[in-house]
């Protein structure tokens, strides 16, 4: 290995001990934080989850801390209502066991896949449910449906001697071994049919919930606030299913279920939800809603429906869609709801739901009345700030941005309508990453000079304060999606890449969540269009406001929707940028429409609407074709490596692999490196590899133009 790899080794290791904080809940009348953190451990090739607890006293500062307990093996956790339970889910996919502790012991232990009752536990962000009764006496979660097994047309009996004592087997079904089941896709594989389960801790017994039909497969379940009927998320499956994760389009609707099996559903036609959660005086259900189908994420409304709810109930909207932006009671621009979900305890003193969403180009926090609809921001001018808990109007924090480690601060929520004078309290210190002193974070508002309905946008440059003349060489960086959007956070790529002495802009282009209903729609019809002439526009502007970033050195980096983008760019623009990293990158738009797990993704991107039924659109198939990377690849010059996993559903290997035949053919230098993983290429030696290979390819394609 070189001298200059070992150097971006030494860094890669040193960047990967900082933890990012994932999660952290009040206990104990609210005077200890459990907070629970995420490292990558290289020797272990997997992310070490640890816990650390905070002593706090009654102004809120921090009396002691203890020291990290490593809770990797707990795969889902709850704490019942009055703290007198915590229930675990630990183990694998092999094993998995459910624990219930109590006071000074364990309680129960359950060995769920022996009780051959039902299939893996999900723990996904999607479907994830782990729900105490409001009694504490049972447990709600969700997991695989256990398919009655099935054989051959012909097998050989085997003949048990005669009196051996053997219960009957199962009578089994013949010829539906091979029975074609289609799961999530992407991310979610082997989760096929969801069930409900409860877990009875009086009875010690575990009880699938019947009643749901079976061309639905629920997730998000929570017990309604007496207990006696649930209400969850109702994805529809017919005429088949499509990748869930990162898609927030999918038809569903709002179901009830009570415990004599008697189901209902929401009326809610056209339309797709996410997380429904009961306000705590049990008086409405709230949710988030979008019209289904459409781009795979985009803005969503805050709903309501007062309680007894029935299949038609009075349902109105708490905030609306913000086509572009609007203004929060505080007087601050406010562009829309864009989170998919929220924390497990929400909710302040009359009825006030605070949560995080993505605002341009940071994550913010928010306190919103719902009764009123009125919005409030919590501010913070440093970066983002996601809500981690809520209780008893104490609210906690994480506060992050691209040059300090996350840390965790607390506050108490004033009265309603004065939410702005908070005195908020750092229970944890992050220093300016070493190396990073010099460096700078700035948001750059953007617009394009065309009659185009939207013209705005944001990028972020990331880099160097200052320098001499020409001497930074810039990363330009499009987010993938296309409807998702960069936010103010510390992240292993971007540190790595900043340590290594590169400027950064990441380009928040027309399409990306935080800017309003307009923008997310705008890209529709139009990517590979105005999608890269943002990319341009946002790498001219850095090279004009920052003299010192040289441009020769442009480079470009991306993944997915983004590694579509430096595709494109470096076969539109071969003079312009001097190497290229793509991850996963959509090639060719028109071969995806076939075997991605989100093929309606290929038709909406393009401007047209998605359907299986009758004759494919020739209209369409061509401007997928037009719109794709592969229109251009014969004229690439930039040395490009491409990083692809084989596992991929979402832009399955097809698409690198093409490229990487097509450019060869070219003459254009090009790699692939091909990795045992799926879309986000996360498992940490894959992870490693990746990314030090990127940052070494870059480094030697700059150095040979020196």
């Known amino acids: ?135 504490e006496t049972k447990l709600l979660y969700l997991a695989e449906l256990k398919v009655p097994k099935s054989e051959p047309f012909y097998k050989r009996s085997v003949k048990r001697p005669k009196g051996e004592n053997t219960e009957p087997e199962k009578p089994k079904t013949k010829g539906d071994e091979y029975l074609y089941r289609q799961d999530w896709g992407e991310q979610l594989v082997g989760k096929k049919t969801s069930v409900i389960v409860e877990y009875n801790l009086e009875k010690d017994k575990v009880e699938i919930l019947s009643g749901v039909p079976e061309d639905v497969c629920p997730a998000q379940v929570v017990y309604s606030p007496d207990g006696t009927y649930v209400v969850g998320v109702a994805y529809t499956t017919e005429p088949r299913k499509y990748g869930l994760i990162y898609c927030t389009n999918r038809l569903s609707t709002i179901f009830t279920l009570d415990f004599d099996g008697n189901y209902g559903r929401f009326a809610l036609e056209g339309k797709a939800v996410k997380s429904p959660i009961f306000t705590p005086d049990g008086k409405f259900l709230i949710w988030l809603q979008r019209d289904a189908e459409g781009p795979h994420h985009c803005a969503m409304a805050l709903m309501k429906a007062a309680l007894p709810l029935s299949e038609k109930p009075t349902i109105t909207t708490v905030v609306d869609v913000v086509r572009s932006e609007t203004e929060t009671n505080s007087g601050t621009k406010f562009h829309g709801l864009y989170n998919t979900g929220f924390i497990k305890r929400c909710f302040a003193s009359g009825n006030r739901l605070v949560l995080s969403t993505n605002q341009k180009n940071t994550v913010n926090t928010y306190v919103i009345e719902i009764d009123t609809g009125k919005i409030t921001e919590l501010m913070y001018n440093d970066g983002s700030q996601i809500v981690l808990d809520v209780v008893n109007d104490i609210i906690l924090v994480n506060r992050r941005n691209y040059l300090k480690p996350d840390k965790l601060a607390i506050s108490k929520l004033p009265p309603k309508e004065s939410e702005e004078s908070l005195n908020w309290v750092e229970l944890t210190t992050s220093q300016v990453v070493e190396g990073f002193e010099n460096c700078v974070y700035e948001y750059l508002d953007l617009h394009q000079s065309t009659d185009d309905s939207v013209k705005s946008f944001s990028a972020i440059y990331l880099g160097p304060k200052t320098g ?80 010192f970033l040289n441009p020769n050195g442009l480079v470009l980096f991306g993944g997915s929707h983004g590694g579509f983008l430096v595709a494109h760019l470096s076969g539109k623009y071969p003079d312009k940028f001097k190497a290229v990293v793509a991850r996963n990158p959509v090639i060719d738009v028109v071969s995806m429409s076939t075997i991605s797990d989100i093929p309606d993704w290929t038709y909406v991107e393009a401007g047209f609407k998605y359907t299986q039924i009758g004759k494919p659109s020739e209209e369409a198939l061509l ?74 390819w870059f480094q030697e394609h700059l150095a040979s133009l020196e």
């Open 1 to 135: 290995m070189s001298t200059n790899a070992d150097k971006v080794v030494k860094i890669y290791r040193s960047l990967c001990s900082i933890p990012s904080l994932v999660g952290a809940k009040l206990a104990n009348d609210a005077t200890i934080i459990n907070t629970v953190w995420s490292q990558r451990n290289l020797e272990k090739s997997e992310n070490t989850k640890f816990m650390r607890s905070i002593g706090i006293s009654t102004d809120l500062s921090k009396k002691y801390e203890s020291l990290p307990l490593d809770v990797t093996t707990e795969l889902l956790s709850a704490v019942s209502p009055s703290e007198r339970y915590k229930a675990i889910v630990r183990g694998s996919s092999e094993k998995q066991f459910l624990e219930i502790w109590q006071n000074h012991n364990l309680a129960h232990v359950v060995d769920l896949l022996e009780l051959d009752v039902h299939g893996n536990v999900y723990t996904d962000g999607e479907f994830r449910t782990f729900e105490w009764s409001p009694d």
């Open 468 to 547: 001499p003349e020409k001497s930074t060489n810039l990363i330009v960086w499009p987010h993938g999606g296309p409807h998702s959007a960069f936010a103010n956070n510390m992240f292993l790529e971007s540190s790595l890449f900043l340590s290594l002495g590169f400027g950064i802009i990441f380009v928040n282009y027309r399409g990306s969540i935080g800017a309003g209903q307009d923008s997310v729609e705008f890209l529709l019809g139009k990517i590979g269009q105005t999608d890269v002439s943002d990319c341009i526009l946002a790498a001219d502007t850095a090279l004009q406001k920052y003299p």
């Open 623 to 696: 401007a997928m074709r037009r719109a794709s990377p592969i229109e251009t690849a014969h004229q690439v010059k930039a040395p490009t490596m491409l990083q692809i996993g084989s596992k991929d559903l979402r832009v399955p290997a097809h698409q690198g692999l093409e490229y990487y035949t097509r450019l060869k053919a070219n003459g254009a230098k090009v790699r692939l490196n091909l990795y045992d993983d799926n879309h986000p290429l996360s498992q940490i030696p894959n992870e490693m590899d990746n990314l030090i290979n990127s940052a070494l």
